[in-house]
Every structure is written in structure tokens, then in C-alpha cells.
């Protein structure tokens, strides 16, 4: 929270500097053109001075007027109408020799007129203005780019961190590796007596919250090393070349510390393929070959390892992968049952627990989970364990905190007519029967018909295993499960609703996916349509093949929709039990549940 706050201030204040600095360019430009149309005249110095000098020789001067404070004459000839502009070099020297003119003979009409004060002061004002305005916007630039006295919001971050390989959970795997980079950071010299090369960068590649911050932290900790840390997205700014130079900073850093860690956060910010050369991207490519060249040029003395960051590895420029560069990369999954308990355990240390709590059972419940996901339904556990005046976190705290982190706060107070309430008890009574039908599907949670974020209810299933694969036969029950609350709608109101959008949002993701993504049509055979990597493979197919493919995906639907409405036809009466029991009592529990349908 409090983070959030400093990030919206400081977003605040960076969009005030970018009014005031609009407003400053306008009025300069504003600014310029008045003083270029004022001093207009002063410009036209059509006739030189030797010109004028020749002409007075001449006697065809008829009349000098000299403006005080400026080295301009109005010159104006005998035969003609409009004054000229003469540019005097040395007004001293101009006066005598027009006065020894005079003296010979020639006679000119010699006037010297006082300027106004005002227009004066406003002049030289003016003259001045651009150059004012300059100076501030060089020193606001600076300012925001934390160049500045005290303005250091996005410099790097020199750490020393107190974490331990034993505060990162699971990633038994990802260990080894790490373990492996502190030993060169702590004894460099054993591996260079070896010939071996010392690693320069590790790319760590995962989902955010997985724990990528957290293992640079720990290789960092357990090495006794400082930890020096920059996000990706902070590089690239608005202004050119600056980028650049903070990586050049950061390395400067690094090498005085060394041996340290150095932790880019984002690399794909700066990092991501260098394709067109349009003005952002030109700017990353500083940023980038900056990067490039200050891991090339470490020293074989200096241990300086560089971690970064990324959950898109298939974006980055080549470049930053070829050895000496990134050339080593770990891959950090999302925790499986064992790891998520694991994790929990280490989030639940410093906290109370009542007995009913089992962290087991609530990583089975979390499957998908990531590592941050986890810390957090902990942290929120506590929180209404404390806003409950409890003196211990209960199941039910835990229980709230993960519907909270899943689905969004719940909306007691939002008004629900009877009549939606109704359809809600319907359409979800209607899920969770034909889920109770369907083997694959079968495992509800919980039915509810309090409303959540935008869905007026939910039905939740456990999810007990981590699967790596997904049967056909189960997508396909996942869709006849997805279309029970619109079928439901449809028998026990007779009228259908915008409820089921979500429902059939995805429903057609999942058909979409089936027929062009994992080849479970016999129809459409073993294809796999992949238009980012080639727009062109529909065509390559054809439009009949389009045809085809929409035809199929359109039958599973269908199918499903219809099978959903089958399966609720043979059994109203638990339609009806159920939806009744969640009008009355808006949650209906697992065991609860199974002892209607058993009853029926
Ligand atoms: P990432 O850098 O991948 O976005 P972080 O390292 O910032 O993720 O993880 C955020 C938080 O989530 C960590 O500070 C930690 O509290 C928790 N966390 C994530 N993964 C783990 C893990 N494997 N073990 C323990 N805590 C974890
Ligand atoms: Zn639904």
C-alpha cells in the first residue's frame, strides 16, 4: 500500500513537471517570435555601412537619426521615401566624422531620440527570455532524472541483504545452480587457477511473483556480497542517451563494490529485440548495447555477476544470450503441491495459527499458485484475523484471504434484487449439478451466490493435483460444465441471460484452443494455427479449411450446451433443491453438497 502511495506522488510529480515544462517551451517559443517581430526593423540593415559612408561623401544623405542605446541609424536618403537601417560600428567615430561631414559642407540632419524606458528594459527582458527558460527546463530535466541534488527516486539500490537460501522455498532444482554461483563469488580465484571462465550473467525466467527478486537476493545473502538492483523500465525514460548512462553508473557502481551481485529487474524493458529504429527503440538500443558493452568489458579480476530478470526469455535480443553475456538460464516455475506447503510454512513462521488450520490442505487448494500469491493470502489472513480481534488466525481467516486474492473483496452490501438472486441460485445450482455428473468435473468446493468482483456468484472447484496435461475428455466436460448455468436458466426460468457471458467466453477459448491449439478435432486433424508466428497459415489452409475449423468449434459448443441441458432435464429436482438452498442460505459448503445429491 504504502509503495503504491509513493509510486502515485511520485507519478504526480513527474506529470507536473511535464505541464510546467510544456508551458515554459510555449512560452518560449512565444517568447521568441515577439522578440523577432520587435527587433524586425532592426534587422533589415539593407544598407552597409560603407555604403552609407560613400553616400554621405555624396551628399545624398539627407537625414541621420540615432536612436540612443542602440548602434542602429535611420538613414534617409534625398530621393528617397523609406528610411534605411545602418549597422554603425563605432558610434564615437560615426558622430565625429558626421560632424567634420557637416563641417565641409554637407549638411544632415543630425537627430538623437531617446528611447522609451519601458520599451527598453522590456527588450533587454526579451532578449533574455529564451535563455532564461533554457536554463530552467536543463535543471527541471535533471531534477526528474534523479541527476539532481536530492531527487534520487530512480537511482539503483546498493544492498546488503540478510537473505538465506533457506528463505526461498521449492526450487530444489533451481538450488543447485545457485549454490554453484555463490562458490564463484566466493572464491573466484580457485576457478580462474582452474581455466574455468566465471559466470558474467544469469537470466532468471519465470512469472512475476515466483521469486526471481528473492533467489538474487539469496545468491547475494549467502555469499556475503553486495546487492545492487535496477528495474529495466526505469531505464528507459523519455530522454534520450540517459539510459545509457545509468547503466554506466550502475557498472561504475558495481565495480568499486565488487564482488557483488548486479539485479536487473525487466531486462525485456531494455532488452527486447532490436527490430525497427524508431525513436523509443533506438533509445533502448543505447540502453542495450550500453548494457552489452560494459558485460564484455569485465575485467577477469572483477567477479561481478549480473542476474537479470525477464517472464518473456523468447523476447530478448540474441545478443544478450551468446557466452560471456547471459549465457546461463534459470528457469523458475510455478511451485508444485510440495513447494507451495513449503512456502506457506516459511510465510507462516512469526505468525499464530488456531489447530483447525492445516497449510497442507491449503496448497492443495491453491494449485497455480504463485510464491507471492501465497505470502499474500497469509498476510491477509492475519489482517482479518486482527480486524476479528481473534488471537490466532483460524481456517476461516485463511479461507476469506484466499476468496479475497482469487476472486476480489466481497460485495455484502451491494443491493441484489430477489429476482436476480434467484436466477444467480439457478444459474450457479446449475453449474454445480451438472459438474456433480461429469467425472472430470466433479469436485465443487463451494457454491455461492454472494457477489464477487463483477460475477453476481461463484462456483468453486478444488483443485487437488498438478497436472501438466489436460485430457480431451476432460475439456470437454469442462464444457458441458461451463454451459450448466445457462442451461439451468433456461429450463427452470425459461428464459436465458447476459449472466452467462463469462461462461461463454470461455467456453469458446477452450473449444478455439481444442480445434487450432491441441489438434482434438477429427475433423480439422492434427493442426496447429499459430498466426504470430505466421499470419499467413490460414490462407495457406484455405477458406474452405476457415470454414471448416469455425464449424467445428461451433458443434462443441453446441454439443456441450445441449449435453448440460440433458443432463439437468433428468434431474430438476436437485436443481431445485440446491438453488432453493442457496436462496435461503447464499453459501452451500463441499459436504453440504454431496448430502443433497446423495438425499437425491
Ligand atoms: P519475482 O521477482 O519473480 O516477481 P519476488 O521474488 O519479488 O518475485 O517474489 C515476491 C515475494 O513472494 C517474495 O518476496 C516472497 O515473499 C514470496 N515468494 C515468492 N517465491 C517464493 C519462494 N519460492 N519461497 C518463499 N517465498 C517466495
Ligand atoms: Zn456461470
Redesign the pocket.
Known amino acids: 500500500m504504502e509503495s503504491k502511495n509513493n509510486d502515485n506522488k511520485n507519478n504526480k510529480k513527474q506529470n507536473i513537471t511535464i505541464i510546467i515544462s510544456v508551458i515554459l517551451i510555449v512560452i518560449a517559443i512565444v517568447g521568441t517570435i515577439l522578440f523577432m517581430k520587435y527587433n524586425k526593423k532592426d534587422e533589415n540593415k539593407d544598407f552597409s555601412y560603407s555604403q552609407l559612408l560613400t553616400s554621405i561623401d555624396e551628399g545624398l544623405v539627407e537625414e541621420v537619426e540615432m536612436v540612443e542605446g542602440s548602434n542602429t541609424a535611420k538613414v534617409k536618403l534625398v530621393n528617397e521615401e523609406e528610411k534605411k537601417n545602418v549597422l554603425i560600428p563605432s558610434i564615437d567615430s560615426f558622430m565625429e566624422l558626421v560632424q567634420n561631414k557637416s563641417e565641409n559642407g554637407i549638411k544632415i540632419n543630425f537627430n538623437q531620440k531617446e528611447r522609451n524606458i519601458f520599451v527598453n528594459i522590456l527588450r533587454t527582458l526579451l532578449s533574455f527570455l529564451p535563455t532564461i527558460i533554457l536554463v530552467v527546463l536543463v535543471f527541471m530535466i535533471f531534477k526528474m532524472q534523479g541527476l539532481g541534488e536530492k531527487g534520487k527516486v530512480y537511482d539503483s539500490e546498493t544492498q546488503r541483504t540478510k537473505t538465506k537460501f533457506e ?5 530444489d532444482e533451481e538450488k543447485q545452480e545457485m549454490i554453484e554461483i555463490v562458490d564463484f563469488l566466493k572464491h573466484p580465484k580457485k576457478f580462474q587457477e582452474m581455466g574455468a571462465k566465471v559466470p558474467r550473467g544469469v537470466l ?1 525466467c ?12 539469496a545468491i547475494a545473502g549467502e555469499a556475503d556480497v553486495p546487492f545492487i538492483s535496477m528495474s529495466g523500465s526505469e531505464f528507459i525514460e523519455m530522454f534520450a542517451g540517459l539510459g545509457a548512462s545509468r547503466v554506466r553508473k550502475l557498472f561504475e557502481k558495481a565495480r568499486k563494490v565488487a564482488p557483488c551481485i548486479v539485479f536487473i ?1 525487466e531486462i525485456d524493458a531494455i532488452g527486447s529485440r532490436r527490430t525497427s529504429s524508431s525513436g523509443a527503440e533506438t533509445e533502448n538500443n543505447q540502453t542495450l548495447n550500453q548494457l552489452l558493452v560494459e558485460m564484455d568489458g569485465f575485467d577477469t579480476e572483477e567477479t561481478i555477476i549480473v542476474l537479470a ?1 525477464t ?1 518473456r526469455p523468447e523476447m530478448l535480443d540474441k545478443a544478450l544470450l551468446r557466452p560471456g553475456r547471459f549465457d546461463r538460464q534459470i528457469t ?1 516455475a510455478l ?1 508444485d503441491l510440495n ?1 507451495r506447503e ?2 506457506l510454512n ?2 507462516a513462521k512469526g505468525k499464530q495459527f488456531a489447530e483447525d488450520v492445516n497449510l497442507r490442505s491449503i496448497a492443495e487448494d491453491t494449485a497455480g499458485f ?7 493470502i497469509l498476510n491477509e489472513a492475519a489482517i482479518l484475523a486482527t480486524i476479528r480481534e481473534r488471537t490466532s488466525i483460524t481456517n476461516k481467516d485463511i479461507e476469506d484471504a484466499l476468496k479475497k486474492v482469487t476472486v476480489g473483496i466481497e460485495k455484502h452490501n451491494r443491493v441484489v434484487s430477489e429476482k436476480d438472486k434467484k436466477r444467480t441460485a439457478v444459474h450457479e445450482a446449475g453449474h454445480a449439478v451438472v459438474s456433480h455428473f461429469l467425472e472430470t468435473q466433479k469436485d465443487i468446493k463451494e457454491i455461492s451466490i454472494i457477489p464477487r468482483g463483477i460475477a453476481g456468484g461463484y462456483t468453486m472447484y478444488k483443485s487437488s493435483e498438478d497436472k501438466c496435461y489436460i485430457s480431451k475428455n476432460e475439456m470437454e466436460e469442462k464444457l458441458i460444465a461451463l454451459f450448466g448455468g445457462r442451461a439451468a436458466e433456461k429450463l427452470a426460468l425459461g428464459d436465458i441471460s447476459t449472466g452467462a457471458s463469462n461462461d461463454l467466453e470461455v467456453a469458446n477459448d477452450i473449444a478455439k484452443n481444442m480445434v487450432t491449439v491441441y489438434g482434438m478435432s477429427d475433423t480439422v486433424g492434427q493442426i496447429h494455427i499459430n498466426l504470430e508466428k505466421d499470419p499467413y497459415q490460414l490462407e495457406l489452409l484455405g477458406d474452405k479449411y476457415g470454414d471448416i475449423i469455425g464449424n467445428e468449434i461451433k458443434s462443441l459448443v453446441d454439443n456441450a450446451y445441449f449435453k448440460a441441458q440433458t443432463i439437468l432435464a433428468n434431474h430438476m429436482d436437485a436443481l431445485e433443491v440446491v438453488s432453493n438452498e442457496l436462496l435461503e442460505n447464499e453459501v452451500i459448503a463441499a459436504d453440504r453438497f454431496e448430502e443433497i445429491m446423495a438425499n437425491m
Request: negative net charge; glycine residues 18%; charged residues 15%.
Open positions: 528463505d526461498v522455498a521449492g526450487l532468471l519465470g512469472n512475476p511473483g515466483t521469486g526471481k527478486t528473492l533467489i538474487a537476493k529487474d530478470a517472464n523458475v511451485p513447494g513449503a512456502i516459511i510465510h504463485t510464491g507471492a500469491e501465497l505470502a499474500n
